[in-house]
């Protein structure tokens, strides 16, 4: 029985490593964005630093969606998604593996790109360590409202369903960024907490309803 | 059967723990001290805020506010009606900024010469609806 | 009690009371709200602070109060759906959801107008205008989920999904984004009715319980379209439309 989750991790994990479009397409992705933002506001050491935890989130937000979007689609084509639905095994379990398979592969990745990158936006180093403890307790919510958002839109991926999800990470972008913003006070605890907080809320919440999601194009 | 039964206690057991974890962390969160803003008090009280930048709030004591003619320069004492702080803004004030209403400043307070310098003043929007007859009236009795 | 509860769920049954109580119900919204409004603009007085700006409150009230109510009677039915799949409650979210879309904008329409004078700008980030924008974000990105599938059955599921985690989230949202303010700027420029003189509260009751009222005759209409819409091919429906010729 527990044979089937582990070959589940283990398949995902090859696919991931064997292909280097889902390992690199986020980390190309999320390098030209960050690119971008000096090319559209200048150079200026103290604004880009002003800005740069900012960058740096909303970059990795966008990345981190896009690279859940197609997690459940390959499952779904080649019918595959059909016999694990059928198996009676714990699809909340499977879903998780799954889930948490991506994160490693997409996001995990991004987080160590993001301390290097911010170093080029100027940022300062101890509020660089913060930013990637708000990445690291922030993604997985992003990952989860991704996939959440491939599975409602399995039959055709479209813009639809990250367009829904983006308003819904808002708590987390705006508790990464404020204790960021804070990591010279005793507050920066306070937003941390609370990341943590809706991260563990969000993860029985999230699972179910992609669950829910994936089972509509089965009714 | 017993898989649908055995699934369930997966997903129901992770919820709990998951939602517990979430409980303990909000539970932790309340329990650090937050001050999204302080007043004239906490200032000139003993403990020492450093910070580079903080917000205060409380009353425009009565004429305390001093405009500078030829510039954008502004003196005035912010009350919490136990202590007052001095408050020195450069720019354009808030239409709704007068004496005795609330206004609120973010800047940086220096402990040496015990002077908020502000960046930025935001007037208090009253949250009273009042009619200008019943406000007369009001004014009138006291 | 059951009985009654069963009957209104059934679409004919539903139709039927709709079709009947519906011009009533429209006549009376739309005498309330007129009766509220110009009360307020023409017989309330002046504010002190504001002066008569503050009049479009017996607009801007209203809507926004009508905005947030529709998003959580949506997760109501979103509940009642995936629970017991009742369909009156799909037809419920898809009819209101437009109807909440068009009063959040309304909403920060009439914000815009009146913060002009009174902020002296159209927008500003302010907690509840922020949240308010997100909720008019949201009504929209469930609106294009409509037409997003081929089954009626997947698009009822996938719109009580979005709705049932919109209105988990929406609390959070709020304060988070209220958190973010008091750290950024104005938290001081909110606007709460609470406080407001006996003259002028009466007038804007008036003016809540209209656009209610307006909201729930329209909301009728509307889901009766939808309920045209799916059952257009049953027995009911084509009796009703050979009573009429």
Known sequence: MKSFYFKTFQRDSKVYLSRSSSFLGPIVFFLITITLYPLAFGSDEEKLAELSAGIIWISILLANLLSHQFIFNEDYKDGSLDLVLASGKSLFLWASIKIFVNWCFSSLPLIFLSLLTSFMLYLPFDAALILALTLFLGTPILSMFGALAGALTLERGNIVGSSIVIPMCLPALI????????????????????????????????????LGAIRLHFE | MRTKRRNRVIFVSSLIASLSV?????????NENV??????????????????????????????????????????????????????????LPNLFKENSGVIARGFYDYSDGIFYAKEILAKHDENYIPKEVKKALVNDS | MRQFFNQLISFPYFFKIAQISFPYLFLLSISVILLGVLWGVFFSPVDVTQGEVYRIIYLHVPAASVAQSIYYTMVIASVTYLIWRIKMASVFMISMAPLGAIFTFLALFTGAVWGQPTWGTWWVWD??????LILLILYLAIISLFSSFDRRASIDQAVSIVVLIGGINLPIIKLSVEWWNTLHQSASITLSGSSIDNEMLIPLLISILGFYLYVTAIGMRRMQVEILKREISHNWVKRIFQEKK
């Open chain 1, 175 to 210: 508790l990464g960024i404020l204790a960021i913003q804070s990591y010279k006070n005793e507050e920066v605890l306070f937003y941390i907490f609370l990341l943590a907080a809706f991260l563990f809320f969000s993860i029985p919440i999230l699972i179910a309803s992609c």
């Open chain 2, 35 to 92: 001050d999204f803003y302080y007043t004239p008090s906490d200032l000139t009280g003993s403990k020492i805020i450093n910070k580079d930048s903080l917000r205060i709030g409380g009353l425009v004591q009565e004429d305390s506010i001093n405009i500078s003619k030829d510039s954008l320069e502004t003196n005035f004492l912010v009350t919490d009606l136990e202590n007052s702080i001095e408050v020195y803004y450069e720019g354009i």
């Open chain 3, 127 to 132: 907690a509840r205008l922020t949240s308010t």
């Open chain 2, 22 to 30: 979430a409980f303990t962390f909000i539970v932790l969160a309340m």
